[in-house]
């Protein structure tokens, strides 16, 4: 989940009610900035075509809409077809949002759309009709103490909506599923979330307070460790997302020195137990004159080290959720060559993670992000090679 620590309930909702007006007065941060320097000013509108798809170039945006569809078995040759149609259509829908061409008055607000979308492939889709996907793409494995909820899990297709408003996400969800309906899709499941008011060049926090994607690769290791190898999956990448309850109280309840150790992390800062500042990197084999390891060893932290996986990173574009009191947490969207990676660091955590009693992993899917697409041409046209 990255790395974490408590927030007051009251910092929550107003980050939430002022990320909008924030938002278009461009002065929200985009979290992953440091990573992404490039991109277009803010307030102007996100370009939708290009070599990869916005939804994970553009510099994250505070609010979002994850939808999945189902594409019905018919045969092989006649849902491929569907595919190529539903592909079509959600890319004149999505492009024409973005571009602000779109004829609906919802979308006529005066101000540039701020628009960053991605559209993936579910592997049990994939592995059905034969497409041109990169060899590991697959569902992830069960894991340890999860309650996945199948009707919030999955699919044959995901589609992901960011913006600088809920306005947006809202009447884009609703013309995108349209589109994806009309050309012989069913809708499965939907889930919107936010992320707080964070100015200019600050990594943004979750419900437990601490930020959240602290360690994210930059440029250099996204091409090794992100983005697909030379060929056709080159621009392409892979999707990890988990619905994470999270036990604000609970988590609250602890003491601050206990909050850190939990995550190997100081929750004022986001600087590392063994670091002086945010963006050094945790010493997880660092000792205290009595042995015993500064980061301890059930941090979530270490657990979740790029040192144990090779130095192989994931780069993390979280989202908050919050469907009522009882029902609050984490939507994390990770995006990875390899879903393996995830698979590896998730069993770590699940055996002796000191967040597990916190957090409980109630949905999950996978999905391969295609390749962008270039003006006047169509998503998912390397699935066909």
């Known amino acids: 989940m990255g790395r974490r620590a408590v927030l007051a309930a009251g910092a929550v909702l107003a980050a939430g009610i002022g990320a909008a007006a924030e938002a278009l007065a461009g002065d929200v941060l985009a979290p ?22 916005a939804g994970v170039t553009e510099p994250q945006l505070p609010v979002a809409q994850l939808l999945s569809f189902d594409l019905p078995a018919t045969t092989a040759a006649a849902d491929r077809q569907t595919l190529r149609a539903v592909l079509d259509a959600l890319t004149r829908t999505l492009s024409g949002a973005a571009a602000g061409t779109l004829p609906d008055p919802r979308l006529g607000t005066g101000v540039p759309t701020r628009l960053a979308s991605l559209v993936g492939v579910g592997p049990g889709l994939a592995s059905r009709l034969g497409l041109n996907v990169p060899a590991g793409l697959a569902d992830l494995p069960p894991f340890p103490g999860e309650r996945l909820d199948p009707a919030r899990s999955h699919g044959d297709l995901v589609v992901q909506l960011c913006a600088a408003d809920r306005w947006t996400p809202t009447v884009v969800a609703e013309l995108a599923t349209a589109a994806a309906k009309a050309a012989g899709l069913v809708p499965r499941w939907t889930q919107s979330g936010f992320l707080p008011l964070t100015p200019r060049g600050v990594t943004p926090r979750n419900l437990f307070g601490f930020k959240d994607g602290t360690a994210n690769p930059d440029d ?79 941090a979530h932290v270490r657990l979740s080290s790029p040192r144990l996986d090779g130095g ?74």
């Open 32 to 53: 992953d900035e440091r990573s992404h320097p490039a991109g277009p000013p803010p307030g102007s509108a996100v370009p939708f075509h290009g070599p990869r798809q």
């Open 312 to 385: 192989a990173r994931m780069l993390r574009r979280s989202y908050s959720y919050d469907d009522g009191l009882n029902d609050r947490g984490l939507l994390f969207c990770a995006f990875m060559r390899d879903p393996a990676l995830f698979t590896r660091v998730q069993n770590r955590l699940a055996e002796r993670d000191a967040l597990g009693p916190f957090v409980e992993h109630q949905a999950s899917a996978v999905a391969y992000v295609l390749p962008g697409a270039a003006p006047g041409g169509t998503l998912g046209e390397q699935l066909w090679a």
């Open 220 to 298: 250099d290791a996204a091409r090794q460790w992100v983005w697909g190898p030379p060929g056709p999956h080159e621009n392409g990448t892979v999707l990890v997302y988990r619905r994470i309850r999270m036990d604000v109280a609970g988590f609250a309840a602890l003491p601050g020195d206990r909050q850190d150790a939990v995550m190997g992390r100081r929750g004022g800062d986001g600087v590392p137990l063994t670091g002086t500042a945010e963006h050094d990197d945790p010493d997880i084999y660092a000792k205290n004159p009595d042995g015993s390891y500064v980061i301890p060893a059930s």
